[in-house]
Each structure stands twice: as structure tokens, then as C-alpha cells.
């Protein structure tokens, strides 16, 4: 009996755990390059029941039957499908539209390709490059930058933005005194370089043309998400990552910002489906706890 209830309380704390992430998704609707997350949930191992020594010439054991234990939230995946991109007409403001292919593979809707022979391949995606407080490189699609007062292309939390040569970009520009104050006019090309308003190309500290680091990540399931909008690689997956290639079909748009790609109507759905299933769990460990309440009160007594 006991069995039944830890099965509906693991079916509890499953719900429980997709009600959390497609709450997160919905809060997330308006955040500029939020992932929506899905919940996988999966049973646990099924064991083998046996009786042991139930009767005289019985064998040592009998088998019985194979029981499932329960349910269990594996993990959170995030959908890395291209939210819809909004203009915003802020020179701080970009958006990567991309539509990287893989030869032989033909991408749904979800970025995602499953072969004749069963193989499942996941369309690659393109990320901003950004160096937390540590000075790690982490990736992001949300791309509303602002500039600090060091010149220094940062995001919505501070952390800047990195560009091809691995080192932070700076927009400073040099004044009639020699001043150096921020640039705010300026102008970024389809590949990610930056230019003055005539067109010509603008200069880092180190004298180099400065240009986004646009990373291409093979597998974006393999992404962590570590909050913020920001995601990391583990060391084993590192060779996944590579700075976009001209060939690549990534192009990094300026004055728009991709938005979410949450579907509000069926975050709903999701969110309602969730809850009537905790509700049918809770009713099962109520029922056995009933159950235990009248073996013990009224049972017991006899």
C-alpha cells in the first residue's frame, strides 16, 4: 500500500517542478532573448517483484512481475527555436537572425532534424559572447547592451561584451582635448564591425577593428543555464563552440532586439495541466492516508 503513496508523491513533486518552469516562462515573456524551458519528466527503473520461499517445494525465489516506482523531472530543456525580433530603433540594441543549416538536415519548426535511420540532429545557434565579473565567457541571445562610463559595451546586468580579439569592446573616442568619452554614434554592419557614420571602421585600444564575437554552438542542448540569460559550456563540451564563420547565415541587426520565443497560450495550457495533475496525486495520497488512518484507529482496536 505504502508503494502507491510514494508513487503519487513523485508524481507530485514532478508537477510541481514543470508548474516552476512554465511559471519562470511566463514571468519571462517580455525579457529580450529568453529560452522558454520544457520539463522532461521520466519514470523511474522498473523493478522485478519476486516471492521468496512462499511455500513448501517452491524454488528459492518466483518471479512475479516487473512494478514501476514512480515519476521523476530528469531535467529542463530549453528550446532554442528564434523568437520573433522587435525594432526598437536604440543603437545599443541587436539582434542575431540566424538560420544556420547542417548538410542532409531539414529543421522543423522546433530545431530539430531526426534522420531516416532514428538519428536526431539539433540546428546550431548563434550566441553573443560575454565575460562575467570571473572573467569567463559565457553566451547570450539577449542583446540590449548599454555602454558604462569606461566606454565598455556591457548587458542589462554589467557584464561586457566581447569582441573578436577575446578582450572586452570599448567605444571611446578621442576629443578636440584629448578627452576620451563613450561613442553613442555609431554604426555596426551585418557582420558584427563596428563603423563610424561615414562607414569607416572603428578602432579598439589595441589599434584593431572592433567586431562582436558572434559564437556558433553546435548542439544548444548542451547549453547551461546559469540565470540572467546567460548560458555556459562544460570543459568536455568546449569544441562545440566556434566563432561564426562568413559562410555561417548569422546576421547581427542593429536597433532590434529578439524577444522571448514563450508561446503565452500554451504556457497556459501547460501551466492548468500541470495543476490538475498534482491535484489527481494529492487525491491518491489522501486516499491512502485514509486508508492508513482506518487500518490503524479501527482495525487496530479489533
Known amino acids: 500500500m505504502l ?14 517542478r ?20 520544457n520539463a522532461i519528466n521520466r519514470s523511474f527503473p522498473e523493478m ?39 525594432e526598437t530603433n536604440n543603437p545599443f540594441d541587436f539582434a542575431l537572425i540566424s538560420n544556420i543549416q547542417v548538410p542532409g538536415a531539414f529543421f522543423d519548426a522546433s530545431g530539430k532534424y531526426v534522420g531516416p535511420d532514428g538519428e536526431r540532429i539539433i540546428q546550431p545557434q548563434a550566441f553573443f ?26 548587458d542589462s546586468e ?41 562607414g569607416q571602421p572603428l578602432d579598439g585600444p589595441g589599434g584593431q577593428p572592433l567586431n562582436l564575437l558572434v559564437t556558433r ?36 541587426r542593429q536597433g532590434f532586439i529578439e524577444r522571448s520565443n514563450v508561446d503565452p497560450s500554451q504556457s497556459m495550457v501547460d501551466m492548468m495541466a500541470a495543476l490538475r495533475a498534482y491535484e489527481a496525486n494529492q487525491k491518491m495520497v489522501q486516499y491512502y492516508d485514509k486508508s492508513m488512518e482506518k487500518a490503524v484507529n479501527d482495525i487496530g482496536r479489533v
Not at 503519487?8 to 514532478?14: N, Y
Not at 569567463?136 to 565598455?152: A, H, I, M
Open 3 to 16: 508503494r502507491g503513496l510514494y508513487t503519487a508523491a513523485s508524481g507530485m513533486i514532478a508537477q510541481q
Open 18 to 37: 514543470r508548474h516552476d518552469i512554465v511559471t519562470n516562462n511566463i514571468a519571462n515573456i517580455n525579457t529580450p532573448g529568453f529560452k522558454q524551458g
Open 48 to 86: 522485478l517483484v519476486a516471492r521468496i520461499r512462499n511455500g513448501q517445494g517452491e524454488p528459492a525465489s518466483v518471479p512475479m512481475g516487473r512494478i514501476n516506482t514512480g515519476v521523476l523531472a530528469e531535467e529542463n530543456v530549453s528550446l532554442h527555436a528564434e523568437g520573433d525580433v522587435q
Open 129 to 154: 559572447t560575454i565575460m562575467n565579473a570571473e572573467g569567463e565567457l559565457r553566451y547570450s541571445g539577449n542583446g540590449k547592451f548599454s555602454v558604462d562610463v569606461n566606454g565598455e559595451l556591457i
Open 158 to 198: 554589467g557584464h561586457r561584451v566581447v569582441g573578436q580579439d577575446g578582450q572586452p569592446i570599448v567605444l571611446l573616442q578621442t576629443g578636440p582635448n584629448g578627452e576620451r568619452t563613450p561613442i553613442t554614434n555609431f554604426r555596426i554592419t551585418k557582420g558584427g564591425m563596428f563603423t563610424d557614420i561615414d
Open 217 to 252: 554552438v553546435e548542439d544548444p542542448n548542451k547549453l547551461v543555464r546559469e540565470g540572467n540569460g546567460l548560458y555556459r559550456l562544460n570543459e568536455n563540451d568546449a569544441g562545440i563552440a566556434r566563432q561564426v564563420i562568413a559562410t555561417d547565415e548569422v546576421e547581427v
